[in-house]
């Protein structure tokens, strides 16, 4: 599979490039455009383990690798590492599905991928004979961070430093980052917003691209975001999976489309669901579901990406994003190729902090994609909502989901069935989970994680139980200025 760099289609790399350098020389993100030549009949699919699905996907897309390489490293990635076999199941809940990609080593769904993305690199490295230690930048807005140490940590050949914005994300994410262990981390926070440190991750990126100081140490820079084309690949494979586990389960007759509610934030999640759907998978239409940051909602709903607006904090942090990276990928897609477009509608958000997409472009888009946005206080509804009619608990994001997908039902019911991406465990937002179901809202996350199980009997997944006993290791907090220095000096 060739992939082009979306602001110059000249600029090419096979997998293993592609995953090595995260991003493109140009500031461009890998991309490709041939999905006929991935199609996947989800027929075959069926019966298989999730393992097996995995394998299958993600080796259709990064195809240097043979079908035995990939499901060796597929195999390894996952081993013991996910609270069920099957990884990412489907429960009913309702008349609806929620698809839980929260059964990982962090309770996020960025386990899903980040379990998988550091063999990926470490196998690229050596397919390319590459000696460099690479070095993994990560700016989070509070799970890609945690994800990412997890799978890097003491990983030969590899180092990792994670920036998250002060005061951005939960105290329970922020437990997990600054107590992880092994010897090749770093975990910094920065004065700013999840925008400002991945910005300054960008302006990294390309500062070295000019200036070539991690060579000079040896070193080489990669990215554990979903600008990775290695992180958004393992999220495709639980599209397929999902619908061949209603297909099994007669929820649905193999062919029968459905409709995908994905809480985004980078628009890296669902724009997987995108590649599911061009490489064969029946989805109806894909809902992408902000939260109150919801400069896509109305992009899909305009045509207009306005990032000069007010920038929310709010319950599911990990949503609250206003330059969503992957849109670009998908701008690229949509239109065959444009570079040319996607570089000038690239330079605009960048230089004047707005783009208007062509209407053309934005036709094929409403075709398969729409839109809703939830505040929190819808979202908090939704949880309390959902749990005293059904007894399943939501976090925050996943919450996001679930009220936008009832605003598309009411909007346009399309008579297929309904999945929510779940995101998160609640025990991650705990704070904000209990004062949904409750009148409580304990001072610290630890307290009300004891409460919400206290009041909901639901299992708190054994590793954030025990992290308050855990010693902090990370207490640096830089302005967003000094992220670059910050990076030199972990390099050398
Ligand atoms: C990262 C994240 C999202 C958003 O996913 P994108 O791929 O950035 O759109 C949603 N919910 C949670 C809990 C996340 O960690």
């Known amino acids: 599979m060739v992939f082009y760099s979306t602001r110059s289609k000249d600029i090419q790399a096979a997998s293993a490039e592609a995953v090595l350098k995260g991003i493109a020389p140009d500031g461009g993100l890998y991309t490709p ?9 989800p027929g075959d699919l069926l019966g298989k383990t999730a393992v097996e699905i995995s394998a299958v996907v993600i080796g259709r897309i990064l195809s240097d690798f043979t079908p035995e390489e990939m499901r060796a490293l597929i195999e390894a990635a996952y081993d013991g590492k996910f609270e069920t076999a099957d990884l990412t199941p489907v429960v009913k809940v309702g008349d609806d599905y929620v698809l839980e ?46 994800a ?36 090749n981390v770093k975990v910094c926070a920065v004065r700013g917003n999840f925008d ?27 990215s554990a975001n979903s600008i990775n084309i290695g992180r958004l690949a393992p999220q495709v494979a639980y599209y397929f999976k999902a619908y061949c586990d209603l297909v099994l389960t007669g929820e649905i007759t193999l062919g029968d489309k459905v409709n995908f509610v994905v809480p985004t934030g980078n628009f890296g999640d669902i724009l997987a669901g995108e590649f599911a759907r061009r490489m064969g998978l029946p989805v109806a239409k894909l809902v992408c579901a902000s939260n109150a940051n919801n400069v896509l909602t109305d992009f899909i709903n305009t045509g207009v990406y306005d990032r000069r607006r007010e920038f929310y904090k709010t319950s599911s942090p990990s949503m609250d994003i206003l330059v969503s990276s992957n849109l670009e990928r998908y701008l690229f897609m949509s239109t065959g190729g444009d570079d040319a477009l996607v570089a000038e509608l690239m330079s605009d958000l960048r ?32 949880i309390g909502r959902v749990w005293d009619a059904f007894g399943y608990l939501m976090d ?43 009148d409580e809202k304990p001072e610290t996350g630890f307290a009300a994680m004891d409460r919400l199980y ?39």
């Not at 003491?154 to 994670?162: C, K, L, S």
């Not at 009041?455 to 308050?468: M, S």
Request: aromatic fraction near 8%; glycine fraction near 8%.
């Open 196 to 222: 400002d440190a991945q910005t300054g991750v960008k302006n990294i990126f390309a500062d070295d691209g000019q200036n070539g100081w991690a060579a000079a140490s040896g070193a080489r820079l990669s």
């Open 148 to 183: 990412a140490l997890e799978g890097f940590h003491d990983v030969a050949g590899t180092r990792i430093v994670v920036f998250y914005p002060d005061g951005g994300v939960s105290d329970v994410q922020k437990a997990q980052m600054v107590t992880q262990e092994g010897g």
């Open 351 to 382: 230089e004047k902090g707005v783009y208007t997409a062509p209407e053309k472009l934005m036709e094929v888009m409403r075709a398969h994609f729409s839109a809703g946005c939830a505040d929190d206080q819808a979202a908090l509804c939704a």
């Open 101 to 146: 990609l929260f059964r990982g080593p962090t309770s996020a769904f960025k386990d899903v991928a980040l379990s998988v993305l550091p063999r990926l690199i470490v196998a690229s490295r050596e397919k390319l004979g590459v000696k460099d230690e690479i070095v993994i930048l990560t700016a989070t807005s509070g799970d890609t961070g945690k």
């Open 454 to 492: 206290a009041v909901t009997g639901i299992e708190i997944p054994e590793r954030l139980k025990k992290l308050r006993d855990m010693p902090v290791r990370f207490e640096d907090c830089v302005d967003k200025d000094a992220m670059l220095d910050y990076v030199k000096d972990a390099v050398k």
């Open 396 to 438: 925050t994001h996943t919450a996001v989901g679930w009220a936008v997908m009832e605003d598309f039902k009411a909007r346009e019911d399309n008579g297929y069935v309904n999945i929510v991406l779940s995101t998160a465990s609640p025990y991650k937002f705990c704070r904000d989970v209990l004062s949904a179901i409750s």
């Open 33 to 41: 455009l041939d999905f006929d030549a991935m199609r996947i009949d």
